[in-house]
C-alpha cells in the first residue's frame, strides 16, 4: 500500500478542497466523484491507497452502497475508510459501516490530519 | 309458519271535532309533504307562479304561504341567474325532458343566499298537457361550506408541506457549499509554514461566520426532521452534569462578552439514559438564549435528581417572560422578544421542547418568579430509542 488517500466525494469544491489540504499536510491524494469511480479507481489502481475518505449522499452508488462491495472484494476490503457525514447526528448514518472514524463535514483540518496519521 | 291474524289497517285517528283532520289519502298526502321540513316542495303553475307552499319552504326561503302563493318562482333567483335567463330555461328544460336538476346560489327572502339543489318535475294531465311543475329543493349550504372548508384545509395543509418539504431542500443544499467554504477557510489558516497575523485574523473571523451560518442551518434541517418525523435519539448512558457543564464551558467566551456570569451547581453525577447530542442541544439553546435576551444579568443553573428523574433548571435575570407568551414561544418561529430588535430564527426553544418531549420529558418555565425567566427542564433518567414528532 502507498501512504495516498482516495478522496470520496461528489461536491466538486469540497473534494477539490480537501485534496488541497491533504497534500500540504503530506498526504498524496487521489478523488473519485462518487462510489463506482472509485471502485473503477480502485479495481485498476496497480498501488492501493492506504485509506479512503468516504462521503455517504452521493449521486450514482452512494457511501453505503460502495462500502458493502468493498468489502466483498479480498484485494480492496481491508483499506480503512474514513466517513464524512453532514450530519449532526453522525452515527445515525454510519451503523454498520464498519468506518476506523467518522467526521462531520467540514472536518476540522487538524482532526483530519491526526485521523490520517493514524492509519497511514 | 304460523298463521298471523289478518291485517287490519289501522284506523285513522278519530277525526277532531273541528273536522279538519285528513280523511283521503290524497288529503294525508298533502298534509305528508306540507309538514316537511328539510325540503321545500311546492307546486307552479305552468307559467312559473306559485300555488302551494310547504313547513320546508318556509324554513329554507323565509316566506309565509301568504306572502308568497301567486309570485313566481323567479323571485328565488340571484340577478345573475335572472340575467342569463334560469329560471325560464329551467321551466322549458322540465317540460322538454320532464325534469330538470340544478344546483347554485339562490336568494332568501332577507337577501342572504343559500346553496340549492333543485329539482323541477313537470305534471301532465290524462292528456299530455302540462298542468304545472313540481318544485323540491334543498339547502345544501352547509354542505357547500363543509366542502369548501375541507378545500381550504387541504390546500393549507399541502402549503404546510410545501414548506417543510422547501425547508429541508434548502437546507441541504446550503449546506455543501458552506462545508467547502469552511474547509477552505480552514485549510489557510492551517497552511503548513502559517499565515499573515493580519490575513489569519480576517479568515478566523470568516470562520466564525461560517460557524453560525453552519448552526442556523443545522437547525433548518432539524426542523425538518421533527416535522416529518425522522429526528431520532440514539441515547447512551452519560453524567448530565458533566454534559451541562462543558456545554457551559463551550460558551464561557460567549459568556463574557454578553457580560453574564454562568454557575453550575449541581447535587453530584446525575446519570441516565439520554441522547447526548441532543441534550447538549437543549442546555445549548437555553443557554444561548439566556445570554441573548438576559445578558448583564448571571444564569444560574442547577441540577438535581431522584430516582426516576433529573431537573435543570437555568434562570436568568433577564426582562422575563409573561405568562401569557409561556405556550406561544415554543412554537415554531415564534419568539419572545420583537424580531427587529433580536436575530436567530425563532426555532431554539421549539426545537429544545421537541427534543425534551421525544426523551419523555418536559421543558416549562417556573411560575412566581419576580425578575427574569427560569426553564425547567424534566427528564427521565431513561429513554427508549424513538423519534420526535
Redesign the interface.
Given at each position: 500500500m502507498s501512504h495516498s488517500i482516495l478522496v470520496v466525494e461528489d461536491d466538486v469544491d469540497i473534494r477539490q478542497a480537501l485534496v488541497e489540504i491533504l497534500e500540504e499536510h503530506g498526504f498524496p491524494a487521489v478523488s473519485a466523484g462518487d462510489g463506482a469511480e472509485a471502485l473503477d479507481y480502485l479495481r485498476k489502481a496497480p498501488e492501493l491507497p492506504c485509506l479512503i475518505l468516504l462521503d455517504l449522499m452521493m449521486p450514482v452508488m452512494d457511501g453505503a452502497t460502495f462500502r458493502e462491495v468493498q468489502r466483498k472484494e479480498p484485494r480492496i476490503a481491508s483499506i480503512p475508510v474514513v466517513v464524512l457525514s453532514a450530519y449532526r447526528d453522525l452515527d445515525r448514518h454510519v451503523n454498520g459501516l464498519d468506518a476506523v472514524s467518522v467526521l462531520r463535514k467540514p472536518p476540522s483540518v487538524r482532526e483530519l490530519v491526526t485521523v490520517l496519521q493514524a492509519h497511514c | 309458519m304460523t298463521s298471523s291474524p289478518p291485517q287490519t289497517e289501522v284506523p285513522a285517528r278519530p277525526s277532531a271535532s273541528d273536522g279538519k283532520a285528513p280523511r283521503t289519502s290524497e288529503e294525508r298526502f298533502r298534509e305528508l309533504v306540507s309538514s316537511v321540513k328539510d325540503y321545500a316542495i311546492f307546486m307552479l303553475d305552468p307559467s312559473g307562479r306559485i300555488e302551494s307552499w310547504n313547513a320546508g319552504a318556509e324554513r329554507t326561503k323565509g316566506y309565509t304561504a301568504d306572502e308568497i302563493i301567486g309570485e313566481h318562482m323567479s323571485r328565488f333567483y340571484t340577478p345573475e341567474d335572472l340575467a342569463r335567463g334560469l329560471p325560464g330555461t329551467l321551466l322549458a328544460q322540465a317540460q322538454r325532458d320532464g325534469r330538470v336538476e340544478s344546483e347554485g346560489w339562490r336568494l332568501r327572502k332577507d337577501g342572504t343566499r343559500f346553496w340549492a339543489d333543485v329539482v323541477i318535475t313537470a305534471v301532465v294531465d290524462d292528456h299530455g298537457r302540462l298542468t304545472g311543475f313540481a318544485k323540491v329543493t334543498r339547502d345544501l349550504t352547509d354542505r357547500l361550506r363543509a366542502q369548501e372548508e375541507q378545500l381550504r384545509l387541504a390546500q393549507a395543509e399541502e402549503a404546510v408541506r410545501l414548506r417543510d418539504e422547501f425547508l429541508s431542500i434548502a437546507a441541504?443544499e446550503l449546506?455543501?457549499?458552506l462545508?467547502?467554504v469552511?474547509?477552505?477557510l480552514?485549510?489557510l489558516?492551517?497552511?503548513?509554514g502559517g499565515i499573515d497575523p493580519r490575513i489569519r485574523a480576517r479568515v478566523e473571523r470568516a470562520c466564525r461566520s461560517g460557524d453560525r451560518l453552519v448552526t442556523l442551518v443545522?437547525t433548518l434541517?432539524?426542523v425538518s426532521r421533527i416535522t416529518t418525523g425522522s429526528l431520532?435519539l440514539?441515547p447512551g448512558v452519560f453524567d448530565l452534569t458533566a454534559v451541562v457543564q462543558e456545554v457551559v464551558e463551550r460558551y464561557r467566551e460567549h459568556a463574557v462578552r454578553a457580560h453574564s456570569p454562568v454557575t453550575v451547581r449541581s447535587t453530584g453525577p446525575l446519570q441516565g439514559r439520554w441522547d447526548r447530542?441532543?441534550i447538549e442541544q437543549v442546555v445549548t439553546n437555553i443557554l444561548v438564549n439566556a445570554l441573548k435576551y438576559a445578558s448583564g444579568t448571571q444564569v444560574d443553573i442547577v441540577l438535581s435528581g431522584d430516582e426516576s428523574e433529573v431537573t435543570i433548571r437555568m434562570a436568568d435575570g433577564g426582562p422575563g417572560i409573561p405568562e401569557s407568551e409561556w405556550e406561544r414561544i415554543f412554537r415554531r418561529f415564534e419568539r419572545a422578544a420583537p424580531m427587529r430588535n433580536f436575530g436567530g430564527l425563532g426555532l431554539g426553544l421549539y426545537v429544545a421542547r421537541q427534543i425534551v418531549e421525544a426523551h419523555g420529558g418536559t421543558i416549562d418555565l417556573a411560575p412566581g418568579r419576580a425578575r427574569g425567566a427560569e426553564f425547567v427542564i424534566r427528564l427521565p433518567r431513561s429513554t427508549a430509542p424513538g423519534s420526535a414528532r
Open positions: - | 441541504h449546506r455543501t457549499p462545508s467547502a469552511q474547509l477552505q480552514q485549510g489558516l492551517e497552511l503548513p443545522d434541517l432539524d431520532t440514539v447530542l441532543r
